[in-house]
């Protein structure tokens, strides 16, 4: 439990930025595939950025590739997600995922671990 914990939500108006982070508990994660996911009320939870073990993959949903860049720190354990020209489509629950794959991988039941999530609301 709280193996991986998101940070950096909030209330933001269209076209600003957030930038949400994910601190990993385990060490081992530091080697993982790892991936945002977001879900909206009444919504399927669906992709939206992933990135290998190494940091030097990454791959983004259509509805936020330009806008959104997902990052990670080996040594700090952690994986970001900058948001950019933020629209009011991106509120949801945005969730951190990891899983002991190498590769970035877009399908949510690939993955293992989430987090709790944390809450992005766009005002528009």
């Known amino acids: 439990q709280g193996q991986l914990v998101e940070s950096g939500g909030g209330l933001v108006q269209a076209g600003g930025s957030l930038r949400l982070s994910c601190a990993a508990s385990r060490q081992s994660f530091s080697d993982y595939a790892m991936a945002w996911f977001r879900q909206a009320p009444g919504k399927e939870r669906e992709f939206v950025a992933a990135?290998?073990?190494?940091?030097?993959?990454?791959i983004y949903a259509d509805s936020v590739k330009g806008r959104f860049t997902i990052s990670r720190d080996k040594a700090k354990n952690t994986v970001s997600l900058q948001m950019n020209s933020v629209k009011p489509e991106d509120t949801a629950t945005y969730y951190c995922?990891?899983?002991?794959?190498?590769?970035?991988?877009?399908?949510?039941?690939?993955?293992?671990?989430w987090g709790q999530g944390t809450q992005v609301t766009v005002s528009s």
């Open positions: 995922a990891a899983n002991s794959g190498a590769g970035p991988m877009t399908n949510r039941y690939q993955y293992n671990y």
């Open positions: 990135i290998n073990w190494s940091g030097d993959s990454t």
